[in-house]
T-cell receptor, first 113, second 113 residues
Framework: DAGITQSPRHKVTETGTPVTLRCHQT?????MYWYRQDPGHGLRLIHY???????DKGEVSDGYSVSRSKTEDFLLTLESATSSQTSVYFC????????????FGEGSWLTVV | AQSVTQLDSQVPVFEEAPVELRCNYS??????LFWYVQYPNQGLQLLLK??????LVKGINGFEAEFNKSQTSFHLRKPSVHISDTAEYFC???????????FGAGTTVTVRA
């Protein structure tokens, strides 16, 4: 599992509140990603990072921001949560040096009420 | 940018019967291709991947997939399924050197006795 930990694993929050999800990895992977999973859409890329302070937008980035101040942590922030952001969020890391292996975290279930 | 189409959203199959899950991708450059499985309320597990070389790729749990460049396809097969293969299956593609993974919408496989 490449030492990936997501927190919190489950959260219920109210519309309009900010929410931060954390992805922590212990093996110094350079590439990190945040995806959201919704029925009928598979996984869609929100933001990604190619290194410390090097981040970029994915296909569904509106309403989300990220930060990566340390190699091991990639934070996803919902600036003002909306019901459409109710989803399962997955963090992933890509390790090119080990056969292009991509590891996923166990997911964070977020409900916005 | 690459995209992925999984041609079947749901595939019902009887135990011990063969199954094929179809995946087509669009990209103008060389790609890496992946199949993942997701059991209920769990994360994603890699079944197999194509990076280069032989177009027939063997994965875990008896699954295999064939890369067809001319048809831009990467179909997943298993000759005899078990009840435990009931899950959602995702095809994913990345353009070489891009380090971003795009997913299909998923295929739900339901194995019946």
């Amino acid at each position: 599992d490449a030492g990936i930990t997501q927190s919190p694993r489950h959260k219920v929050t109210e519309t309009g509140t900010p929410v931060t999800l954390r992805c922590h990895q212990t093996e110094n992977h350079r590439y990190m990603y945040w995806y959201r999973q919704d029925p009928g859409h598979g996984l869609r890329l929100i933001h990604y990072s190619y290194g410390v302070k090097d981040t970029d937008k994915g296909e569904v980035s509106d309403g989300y921001s990220v930060s990566r101040s340390k190699t091991e942590d990639f934070l996803l922030t919902l600036e003002s949560a909306t019901s459409s952001q109710t989803s399962v969020y997955f963090c992933a890391v890509w390790e090119p040096s080990s056969g292009n292996t991509i590891y996923f975290g166990e997911g964070s279930w977020l409900t916005v009420v | 940018a690459q995209s992925v189409t999984q041609l079947d959203s749901q595939v019902p199959v009887f135990e011990e019967a063969p199954v094929e899950l179809r995946c087509n991708y669009s990209s103008s450059v060389s790609v890496y291709l992946f199949w993942y499985v997701q059991y209920p309320n769990q994360g994603l597990q890699l079944l197999l991947k194509y990076l280069s070389g032989s177009t027939l790729v063997k994965g875990i749990n008896g699954f295999e997939a064939e890369f067809n460049k001319s048809q831009t396809s990467f179909h997943l097969r298993k000759p005899s399924v078990h009840i435990s293969d009931t899950a959602e299956y995702f095809c994913a593609v990345s353009e070489r050197g891009d380090y971003k993974l795009s997913f299909g919408a998923g295929t739900t496989v339901t194995v019946r006795a």
